[in-house]
Structure formats: structure tokens, C-alpha cells
């Protein structure tokens, strides 16, 4: 089990940005992915990212205001960013991030993500 440590968010106003960093020790490269529940909601999928870095699905309700990043300088140890910007009230959530399976599931279990609050 790999413990993710997610970290970045807080209250911000409509327009405001953040970044949220992702840290896991995973050992080898792996891809990644960012997702967030909102209150009442099931959990999304926001951003996936390969592990050479390459972002392969951004959602569209955040696509042109959220990009997604990872640092490759040490593949033991994974960090992945997500950049956020011209933040709506909808985005308002708990942001994870996680290792994407083909099946649709999740590598591991969930680590206890990051609260983002968009609130004038």
C-alpha cells in the first residue's frame, strides 16, 4: 500500500488559483490522476497523466483552466501537480490523486485529500 499525501488546497475566490501537490512513494513510474468529490457527489476524474508526464484526459469542466503536471526527477518518489486557475464555485471539492487501473479502479486505497473551497 503507498500512502498519498495530497496537499495545496484552501478557501479562495471566484477567479483565485492553486496549485495541489500530490506525494507518493510508488517506487517505479506509474500514471497518475487527480479527482475530486464535491459534496453529495460521487468522486471524478479530473486529470489523468501518464508516467512520462504526457496528460491524457482533462475533464471538460475544467479543461483551459486546470493542467496537470508531474515531476520526473524521481521515479521513486512521485510528485504530480495540479495547477488550477480561474476557479468557479463548482470546483469547490475534495481533490485525491491516485494511480488510475484499466478497469476503472483505483491502485490504491485513497489518501485523505485536500479541501478546495471557492467562496466569495
Known amino acids: 500500500q503507498v500512502q498519498l499525501v495530497e496537499s495545496g488546497g484552501g478557501l479562495v475566490q471566484p477567479g483565485g488559483s492553486l496549485t495541489l501537490s500530490c506525494a507518493a512513494y510508488?517506487?517505479?513510474?506509474?500514471?497518475m490522476a487527480w479527482y475530486r468529490q464535491a459534496p453529495g457527489k460521487q468522486r471524478e476524474l479530473v486529470a489523468q497523466?501518464?508516467?512520462?508526464?504526457?496528460?491524457?484526459?482533462?475533464?471538460n469542466s475544467v479543461k483551459g483552466r486546470f493542467t496537470a503536471s508531474r515531476d520526473k526527477r524521481d521515479s521513486a518518489k512521485t510528485m504530480i501537480y495540479l495547477n488550477m486557475n480561474n476557479l468557479k464555485l463548482e470546483d469547490t471539492a475534495v481533490y485525491y490523486c491516485?494511480?488510475?487501473?484499466?478497469?476503472?479502479?483505483?491502485?490504491?486505497?485513497w489518501g485523505p485529500g485536500t479541501q478546495v473551497t471557492v467562496s466569495s
Open positions: 510508488t517506487g517505479i513510474p506509474v500514471p
Open positions: 491516485n494511480s488510475p487501473q484499466t478497469d476503472g479502479t483505483t491502485r490504491w486505497d
Open positions: 497523466i501518464t508516467s512520462g508526464g504526457t496528460v491524457t484526459y482533462i475533464a
